[in-house]
C-alpha cells in the first residue's frame, strides 16, 4: 500500500480541575490505550505486506493513516497530566499492562493485578497507603506554624511526594510513533510578582519617555525533550536533560498551586531563555521593562495557572501553526481539550435578561460581584473568539453520565477526590469510557473530507464497519436524514463483534470470557461517603484547625491586646476557652457543610446492623400479602437491574441494554428461585431455595403466596420519623428530597433510600437491613401489629 506522508497533527488541551484531574488522567490513558492498540495492528499489517503475506478478514478493516501528538498543554490539573504524561514517554509507564502486555480486550477500570500507568499512580493511588489516605496527608498538621507565616491551608507534601514519584530515574525519550519525537509540553502558570511590558506606539519616538505600561501575569513554561528547529513562538522551550528533569515537575507543582490551597512555588529561568522572551516580545513592539543584574538567573512565584489561563485553547493552536508551517505545511491539525468542569447550556437556551435594580449595590454585593466578573472576564479569552481557528478543528471532552454526581471529585469545588479513593476511581473510569464514545461517535470527518486529510481512501467495506451517524440523535424526526463520518482514531476493540446476547447459557465460568468481549465501559457508580469516613474526615479537618490556632496564639494575644487591655488580658488568662471558641467558630460550620455537599452518603451493612436494627423495630411489624411469580433456575440465567433517572427519580428497570455487561448482573445458580414481585415496578431478584421454600406456599404454576415466615420490622424514613429518632446520617433526605443516601445491603448491588422510603429487617433473622421504595413496599406488606 505504500507509505503515506500525510498525518493528523494532535494538540491535547487540558483543562484545570483540582482532584477532578482523575477524569482528565482517564481521558487521556484509554486515548493513548486506543492508539496503541491501533499502531500494533497497523505494525503487523506493514509487516504482512513487506513479507507477502496474507491479511485477515479483521486486517482488511483497519485503516492506515497516521496521527501523531505535537502538543500537550493545561493549566493546573490539567498541566501536570501533561507533565506525567511526557514523564511516563522516558520509562514506558504510559500503557496499562497485564502480565507484562498490553490489554487488547476492553475493561472497565485499572485492577490490582494491572501495572498501571505513570497517570494512574499520580491521580488515583496518589500517595495512600495502609492506614493513611492521601486526605490524611493533606491535613496532618507538621507543617503547621502561625497563620500569617504558612504557605497554604493544606499540607503540600503529599504533593511534593506524588510529583517525586513521577520523575524518571533517567531521561530516555522513546515515545511511540503516534507521539511526536519534538513533543511540546505548555504549562500556563500565574505569575504573582508579574512581568512589566512597555507597548510602543508609532506618534512616540525613541527620546520620547511616554510610554503605556502594562503588567502580565499570565504566562506559560515551554518544555522539551528533543531540541528542534527555530519555531517563532512567544515561550522559547526549555530542554529537559538527566540534569533538568526536576525542573518539569516544579512547574508542574505551580501550575497545579491551587490558591490558598496549596503551596506557591518559585520558579527559576535562566537568564539566556529569559532574554529570548524579551527579544521575541520586543518584535512584537512590545519591550519588557524589566532590568536584571549581572549574572542572575529569572525567578518569580507561580500559582495555578487556572487562576488566570483555565483553558489555554488559543496558545495551543498558536504552537501547533508555528510547528505545521515550520516543519509539515501540508497536514490537518486539530486541537481536543479536555475540561472536567465545562461551562456548559443548551445551545437553543437563551439567557434571560435580569434588570440589575434601581438602586445599585450594597459595598458587599459589588465586591462579590467584581470577584465574579474577574473570574468571568479571565476565563473569557477574546483571543480564543478571534483566533481564526474554524470551529470543526476544535473539539471538547467533558463528562456525561446517567444521574446525579457526574464527578465524585467535583464536591467541594474540585478537592472532593481528595477525600476517597474511590471518587477518584469513578472519575478515572468515567474519563475513559467519555473518550471511548468521543473517539467513536464525535471525532470524525465525511468521508471525502477523511480523504483529503488523511491521504487514505478507504474501502466499502472499511467505511461500512467504520463509518457512525453524526445525526443519530435526530433519528424518529420529521427531518432526519444520517450524516455519515469516519473515525479519526479507530477503536480497534470495536472489531470485537461478540455481544452478550451471543451467549445462551451465561453463568459464573464463563463470566471471564463475557467479560472480553464486551466492547462499551460500564458507567461507574458514586456511593458517597460513609458516615464512619465523614466523622473520620471532619475530625483530620478538626485536628488540622486546632493546631493553626494554637500555633497562631501568641499572635492571636497581641492582637487582642492592641484592641484594648481587658481584651489581652482575657485572652491571656483563658486560652483554652478561647482557642476552643475560635476552633469551633470555623469547625462548626464545616461538619454540616459537609453532609450538604455529600448528601449521597453511603450506610455500610455493619453499621446499619449495629445502629438501625432497634430503631427498624419501633416502626412495627409487617406481613408480606403480596403473591409472587417465581421460576425455579437452571443455571446461568440472568436478571439485570439498569438504573435511569426518570423525572428525576430512580426507578430499576430489567432490560439487556445493547448487550453490555453491568456491574448490577445476578447470575442464578441451578435450584435458585428467579422472583418477580407483583407490583407496578416488577423487580426482580434471585432467593435461595432454602430461604423461599421457608417464606413461600405454592399456589398455581409459577404463583407463590408469602408464609408467615415473610414478616419483617419496618421503619418509614419519613421527615417525622427521621426527627423523632434523631437519625443524622439521613437528615440530608429532608434538605434534599432527590438526592438518595444509599444502601449496601448483603448483596453486591447498592439501594439508592429516598425519603418515605421503608428500612426493613427481616423478623427471623434479624441479622440485615435493606430498603425497600414506598410504593413497592406500600403494595407488598401490611401491618399486623405495633411495638
Given at each position: 500500500m505504500g507509505e503515506n506522508s500525510k498525518k493528523i497533527r494532535l494538540g491535547i488541551c487540558m483543562a484545570g480541575a483540582v482532584s477532578a484531574g482523575a477524569y482528565t488522567a482517564g481521558v487521556v490513558d484509554y486515548l493513548i490505550e486506543t492508539l496503541e492498540r491501533w499502531e500494533q495492528a497497523k505494525k503487523r499489517i506493514k509487516e504482512k505486506e513487506r513479507l507477502d503475506q496474507k491479511l485477515t478478514a479483521e486486517e482488511e478493516l483497519i485503516p492506515l493513516h497516521d496521527l501523531v501528538i505535537e502538543v500537550l498543554s493545561g493549566s493546573s490539573a490539567g498541566g501536570m497530566t501533561a507533565a506525567v504524561l511526557s514523564y511516563?514517554?522516558?520509562?514506558?509507564s504510559y500503557l496499562t499492562r497485564r502480565n507484562g502486555e498490553l490489554i487488547s480486550e476492553n475493561y472497565d477500570c485499572t485492577e490490582n493485578r494491572d501495572s498501571p500507568t505513570k497517570l494512574y499512580d499520580s491521580w488515583i493511588n496518589m500517595v495512600d497507603e495502609e492506614g493513611s489516605s492521601t486526605f490524611t496527608k493533606l491535613m496532618h498538621p507538621e507543617d503547621v506554624v502561625t497563620f500569617g507565616q504558612m504557605k497554604s491551608l493544606l499540607n503540600s507534601q503529599p504533593i511534593d511526594d506524588i510529583a517525586s514519584r513521577a520523575i524518571p530515574d533517567k531521561i530516555d525519550f522513546t515515545p511511540p510513533k503516534y507521539i511526536s519525537e519534538h513533543l511540546s509540553?505548555?504549562?500556563?502558570?500565574?505569575n504573582l510578582e508579574g512581568i512589566p511590558v512597555d507597548i510602543d506606539f508609532t506618534n512616540m519616538g525613541d527620546n520620547n519617555p511616554t510610554r503605556n505600561v502594562l503588567t502580565t501575569h499570565s504566562g506559560f513554561m515551554h518544555y522539551k525533550f528533543k531540541e528542534e528547529e527555530h519555531i517563532d513562538f512567544d515561550y522559547p522551550p526549555l530542554l529537559i536533560t538527566d540534569d533538568s528533569k526536576d525542573r518539569l515537575a516544579l512547574a508542574a507543582m505551580a501550575t497545579g498551586a491551587f490558591p490558598f490551597g496549596l503551596s506557591n512555588r518559585k520558579i527559576e529561568i535562566e537568564r539566556k531563555h529569559f532574554e529570548k522572551f524579551r527579544a521575541r516580545m520586543k518584535a512584537k513592539n512590545m519591550n519588557v521593562n524589566l532590568s536584571l543584574p549581572d549574572n542572575h538567573n529569572y525567578t518569580f512565584t507561580a500559582v495555578d495557572g487556572g487562576a488566570i489561563n483555565n483553558e489555554p485553547i488559543s496558545t495551543t493552536f498558536r504552537l501547533l501553526e508555528k510547528k505545521r508551517k515550520a516543519h509539515h505545511e501540508e497536514d490537518k491539525h486539530y486541537v481536543i481539550l479536555i475540561d472536567p468542569f465545562p461551562t456548559i447550556t443548551n445551545a437553543t437556551r437563551i439567557e434571560d435578561y435580569e434588570h440589575p435594580g434601581d438602586e445599585g449595590y450594597a459595598l458587599k454585593d459589588q465586591f462579590f460581584k467584581l470577584i465574579q466578573a474577574f473570574r468571568n472576564e479571565s476565563s473569557f479569552k477574546q483571543e480564543d473568539l478571534h483566533e481564526r481557528v474554524a470551529g470543526e478543528e476544535r473539539y471538547l471532552i467533558a463528562p456525561s453520565k446517567k444521574g446525579f454526581y457526574f464527578l465524585a471529585c467535583g464536591l467541594i469545588e474540585g478537592f472532593g477526590g481528595f477525600m476517597k479513593k474511590a471518587f477518584r476511581k469513578h472519575d478515572y473510569q468515567l474519563g475513559r469510557k467519555n473518550c471511548q464514545a468521543f473517539l467513536r461517535y464525535h471525532f470524525g470527518e465525511e468521508p471525502?473530507?477523511?480523504?483529503?486529510?488523511?491521504?487514505?481512501?478507504?474501502?466499502?467495506?472499511?467505511?461500512?464497519?467504520?463509518?457512525?451517524?453524526?445525526?443519530?440523535?435526530?433519528?424518529?424526526m420529521e427531518d432526519y436524514h444520517p450524516h455519515f463520518k469516519i473515525p479519526l482514531?479507530?477503536?480497534?476493540?470495536?472489531?470485537?463483534?461478540?455481544?452478550?446476547?451471543?451467549?445462551?447459557?451465561?453463568?459464573?465460568?464463563?463470566?471471564?470470557?463475557?467479560?472480553?468481549?464486551?466492547?462499551?465501559?460500564?458507567?461507574?457508580?458514586?456511593?458517597?461517603?460513609?458516615?464512619?469516613?465523614?466523622?473520620?474526615?471532619?475530625?483530620?479537618?478538626?485536628?488540622?484547625?486546632?493546631?493553626?490556632?494554637?500555633q497562631s496564639y501568641p499572635d492571636i494575644k497581641k492582637m487582642a491586646k492592641g484592641v484594648n487591655k481587658w481584651l489581652g488580658r482575657f485572652v491571656r488568662w483563658f486560652p483554652r476557652f478561647v482557642k476552643k471558641k475560635i476552633s469551633g467558630s470555623v469547625s462548626g460550620k464545616i461538619e454540616p457543610y459537609l453532609m450538604r455537599t455529600f448528601s449521597a452518603l453511603t450506610l455500610e451493612q455493619k453499621e446499619l446492623v449495629k445502629n438501625y436494627i432497634k430503631v427498624i423495630e419501633n416502626g412495627g411489624k409487617y406481613q408480606k400479602t403480596a403473591a409472587v411469580e417465581a421460576i425455579v433456575a437452571k443455571g446461568g440465567e440472568r436478571v439485570v437491574s439498569f438504573v435511569e433517572i426518570i423525572d428525576e427519580k430512580e426507578e430499576a428497570i430489567e432490560t439487556a441494554e445493547r448487550g453490555t455487561l453491568k456491574e448490577d448482573w445476578s447470575i442464578a445458580e441451578p435450584g435458585e428461585y428467579i422472583v418477580t414481585n407483583g407490583t407496578k415496578r416488577r423487580e426482580q431478584y434471585i432467593v435461595t431455595p432454602e430461604n423461599f421454600n421457608r417464606k413461600y406456599v405454592k399456589t398455581g404454576e409459577n404463583s407463590y403466596q408469602p408464609n408467615e415466615n415473610a414478616q419483617v420490622y419496618a421503619l418509614q424514613i419519613s421527615e417525622e420519623n427521621i426527627r423523632k429518632f434523631?437519625?443524622?446520617?439521613?437528615?440530608?433526605?429532608?434538605?434534599?428530597?432527590?438526592?438518595?443516601?444509599?444502601?449496601?445491603?448483603?448483596?453486591?448491588?447498592?439501594?439508592?433510600?429516598?425519603l418515605d422510603d421503608y428500612l426493613v429487617v427481616p423478623v427471623e433473622s434479624r441479622d440485615e437491613v435493606y430498603c425497600i421504595k414506598k410504593d413497592s413496599f406500600e403494595d407488598t406488606y401490611s401491618k399486623i401489629s405495633i411495638e
Open positions: 511516563s514517554f522516558n520509562d514506558g509540553i505548555l504549562l500556563s502558570v500565574t471525502q473530507r477523511f480523504a483529503d486529510i488523511t491521504g487514505v481512501r478507504l474501502t466499502e467495506a472499511q467505511e461500512a464497519q467504520w463509518r457512525y451517524d453524526a445525526n443519530y440523535s435526530h433519528r424518529g482514531i479507530p477503536d480497534m476493540i470495536m472489531l470485537q463483534k461478540t455481544k452478550a446476547s451471543d451467549f445462551k447459557d451465561l453463568n459464573k465460568e464463563n463470566l471471564a470470557e463475557l467479560q472480553k468481549v464486551r466492547t462499551e465501559i460500564a458507567e461507574p457508580k458514586y456511593n458517597g461517603l460513609t458516615t464512619q469516613e465523614l466523622s473520620e474526615i471532619t475530625r483530620n479537618i478538626q485536628d488540622r484547625i486546632d493546631q493553626m490556632v494554637a434523631n437519625l443524622k446520617a439521613l437528615e440530608n433526605l429532608i434538605s434534599s428530597p432527590m438526592n438518595p443516601v444509599y444502601i449496601e445491603p448483603k448483596w453486591e448491588l447498592s439501594q439508592s433510600l429516598y
